[in-house]
């Protein structure tokens, strides 16, 4: 051993350091002992010390120890220039002993003579005399957690490098129920893994001192979710969420919120005065254990006290039963004496503040450790909704806050005294002030702290730490998380996401390489995703150009659409969804020359808890399960898929109640807030990017509101302004449409004060308008000068935004019930006006190339107070309505930039013979393969988005061409089939001049089609282009009457005669044909059928003898003898029909709420088959199924049939099925199941052999609301 190095271990200079060093050498060595490595008495233990006491403390403290392995000797290196000195170990040993003598001394006389007198002082405090002596242990060797420490005003990890702790709280520890909120509906690993998905790096935990003691119970755990915690104390549960932390790269920060349970509130110190338990000696000892116990984990900081209150709390005073300052000094000096690496953050008081808030007295009496550079200074701020503090109601609000911020705690960092984290801060976003505070706060923690705007942060540097008051969905201001616990509250996310930092790693304390997020990162929100896996149809955007909405090339557009109400109801989903598909009533918008649908919602139907009511599911299949919200994803994708633009507009915050919300939020409602309003505004903005949404119309008839008032409570203008920026700035390619005030009945307002963003050419105005059967207007509709009075009107109201060129236009809603010739008249005066006519005659006052005003008819329902385009049946179109419209649409409509062309999604294996088409209720037209093992394979979609419903398909005689039914748009479509795929081409559409157009029997020779209409009772001929399979404008059309009862639902081309089967009025009618149709309307020959017979289809035996008439009502089939070179049908009165007339059921079966939906002959034309369905509410598969029939011809010519077997047809709603293979294979379909069921038929008996059937429920789900197989046998 050097002389020189015992000679140095008494100068004076370093005797600190010398006891320090033994008591850490003194650890280290029973440390080795206890871990059973040998020491080497032949070799001498070596320790370099540096000669500063300051550099020694700081290095042991702060530098990893390095451990020599191969000698199993614990070193501590520590060097200062180029000045080192060897301590013999005996030497170190020895003078810790007498540092120990000389400690334990010292003590004794602190405890004599100090100790009475702060007894004596403080004697209502429980103050102890003195913090206990700890032995200071070096960290284990092994990975490294979380050492952190400061450096000016940065957090910084071991390297050097700034760190920003970003988090939330997570509240539980401290209550009673003495385990974190959630976890009687979640798992808490599942909790973590949310928070961390959200983009936090820490979680702030609070406990109590109660929570700690051993006869402390948790309560309010499912342990189904949790099994690992049954059984556990709380203190248990606390080390799995921890380790848990740790396991997933969350850093947690310990939060001593109380020291009793529940109790936080009515603490006005770290202790309890007068109580035995929780002294200062409680609060400081539970500290310790805590800090020994997690010494190596994922703990980086301590909080050592929650909410510093009131005048009682002091700072700086001396008082040692007053002065948090003081007491945080002896407790974090005790947790350092046994963990150095914790943060240790100290909160200020409460003194004309928030409650821990006011560190003031830090300027003069900083917090000083005997670990230095641990220190981070704490507060806790709110906006004025969770108490109106002084500052709030300063005139010069909100840009007052900065100086306020800096009087209590920024100066802290102005002068670089040390880091300063927020512990909590949060608002309920209850009003429009409260939004002001936060955008202010967020760009302050962000480094803005001054009013510049421009960030103070050196390069290199972080703005503030935070954890953001709570993740639970209560806490006072709500939380980060929804009642439900699993979503999220997107108002909150969007302001948080651009100031998270990155995760920070294990061991090295380094960022995990993930992308630091910029100022406007992707919303991270658990937003439920659309039900199917699909990208929503892609679209251009548009933006605006003087008074016109124009696209990408400036091309003028024109909106014009119509309402869909239903989303904003009680109901959560378009009205009418359980009479029809919502493709269905897409499609007859688009049909009827609409170009956008607008979709009214309310933020109630925006909720996780939301859930939709009445559709009828057999019809919408595909939202099944799905959330209002999703539903409403399907409808924007299927308007892409279709051509049409959608329009969001937000209706109402609760559903159903438009008519009494005045404002934009709900005064005094802690959830329906202006934060609310404008979140998710951002939320449906990052959803519906690049799909079908062309602009958010973002409240529907403003009322009591103000324009440029600059009062934040009901300035309308302001509002708008700041919601529509948030919008641009997360989705810069929506049109933001702004109605005007007054119910959204005018903008003269715009005049003086213009909405302005800062993305340009994207405000169009809108307003509503209605007639004084809707609106009494007395004034306007008695002036005499009516209806001429109107355009200077409307000039006035908002014509001069058109006229002036300010911006576009767009009327959201207008309508008359027309009940009164005055209304026609209003209506007709008003699309005149819309399409360019501003001075009320006939010479347009639009530029050239300039389109007129967009607008939206309210509504599609047939309600909405004046009733809608569509009528109460939810089918048939107000034909009086849609003509007075018809006038402004837009020719051809500019808004579609995508036709909805067929999309070629058929197999490449294409055989004619073996393949059919099925046509549907879920608009697409679907090829399908029959397999030579009865099987269906489902071979690809060969139309999408072109059809209504195309519930009946026909082949041309060749082949070549297929003929659909649009039976919800009234339409006829020619297709054709490409021979090489059997892919079909649309070659066009056309009226089918009636309602509900549901079979089409074409020509042998090509040259018509005919089309029954089952609504409005009538026959359409077309005509068809040979050349090209395109069908030529309306022919003829033939009527029966009266019209009301009339359902013409077959019409079949049979040699010489059309064949028409009308289940209303219980007749088959047959009309002699031409070259080019019906010959003459008067029929050849009627059949009138027993009442409630209800005939639908008829079928020829193959060579024409007879025919049979299959009765749905009756549930029966009729043999009708035929002439079989005419197909003239044998007349018969209702006596004879009944005669030859056979029950599809057996004897003792009940034919109640049994329906017949198809007969087919047997190729050989021995035998009938006919299927059966139940059509009560809740049908019974058993009661569906196919009955077969043996015909008997005895005498030659004369025809009777016999039930010969009844089969099952394995499904619920049998509709249509054909014989193939010559009849040796039936197949059917049954409707509501989605299945296909195929039996082999005997030819020789014609029974169906029952132990043969296939079943085949094809996954793909183009397979919905199956209607009529088309097949080329």
Known sequence: DSPDAEKSIVDENTSMTRTETAVNIENLERRESSENIPTSSEKSDEIVLDSTPESVRRTLFERPIDIDVEEHKPVIIIQEEEKTFLISKKFVIIAVVIASILAAALVILLVLFVSPVLKKDNNDHNIPTIAPVYKIALPKPGPVYNILHTQGTQIVDRRGQPIRLTGCNWYGFETKANIPQGLWQRSYTGVLDQVKSLGFNTIRIAYSNQMLRSDAVTSGIDFVSNPNLKGLTPLQCLDKIIEYCGSINLRVILDRHSSKADNYDNENYWYIPGDAYYTEQRFIDDWVMLAQRYQDSAIVGADLWNDPKGQATTWGSGNVGTDWNLAAERVGNAIQNVNNRWLMIVEGVGNATWWGSNLMGVDTHPIRLQVPNKVVYSVHEYANDTFTQTWFKDPNFPNNLRSVWDKFFGFIIRKNIAPVMIGEFGTTFRYHSSLAWITKWMSYMDGQFTVDGVSDLKSGQYGLSFTSWPLNPYGGIGGILNDDWLSVNT?????????????????????????????????????????????????????????????????????????????????????????????????QMKQLGFNTIKLPFSNQMLRSGSVVLGPDFTRNNDLVGLSPLQCMDMIVNYCGVVGMRVILTRFSALAGNSGNEMLWYVPKDNYYTHGRFVADWVMLADRYRNTAVIGFDLWNAPKLVTWGSQDPLTDWHMAAEEVGNAILARNSKLLVIVEGTGWGSTLASVASQTVNLLVPNKVVYSLQLYSNDTVPQAAIFSDPTFPDNLPARWDIAFGFIFKKQIAPLYISEFAAALQNPSDTVWIESFTHYLAGYFDGGNVSSLEEGSLGISWTAWPITPYGGIKGILQTDWLSVDSARMSLLNSTFPSPSLISNQTGVAIPEVSTTYDPSTTFYMGSYDDIITQWAYTSDRDIKFQGTVVSGLASAPSWLSYSADFKYVYATLEYANRVQAYEVNPNSGALRLINSVPSMGGSPCFISVDPLNRFLLVANYFSGNMTVLRIDSATGALMPTQQVLSHTPAASSHLHAAVIQNKYATVMDKGLDTI????LSDTGIASTDPVNVINAPAGTGSTHIKFHPDGKFAISLNALSVSVTLIPADPDTGLLQPMDATTFAANTYSTLMEAESNVDITSAEVVISPNGNYVYASNRDVSKNPNPSRSSISVFAVTEDPPNSFSLTLVQKVSSLGNYPRYFQLLNGGSDLVLVNQLDNTFVSYEVNPVDGLIDTNSAVISKPKSPALLQPSYTLFQQ
Do not use: C
Request: charge should be positive; glycine fraction near 4%; aromatic fraction near 16%.
């Open 491 to 587: 108002q909150k996310m969007y302001y948080l996401t651009p100031s998270l930092a990155p995760i920070i790693s294990n061991f090295n304390n380094t960022y995990l390489p993930t992308k630091r997020p910029t100022s406007s990162p992707t919303l991270k929100t658990a937003i439920p995703t659309p039900g199917p896996t699909f990208k929503f149809y892609p679209f251009d955007y548009f933006h605006t150009f003087g008074n016109q909405i124009v696209d990408k090339n400036n091309v003028p557009a024109r909106i014009a659409g119509t309402t869909w109400s239903g989303f904003e109801s009680t109901s959560f989903i378009p009205l009418g969804l359980w009479a029809r598909s919502y493709k269905t009533v897409i499609s």
């Open 1069 to 1072: 009618s047959q009309y002699l």
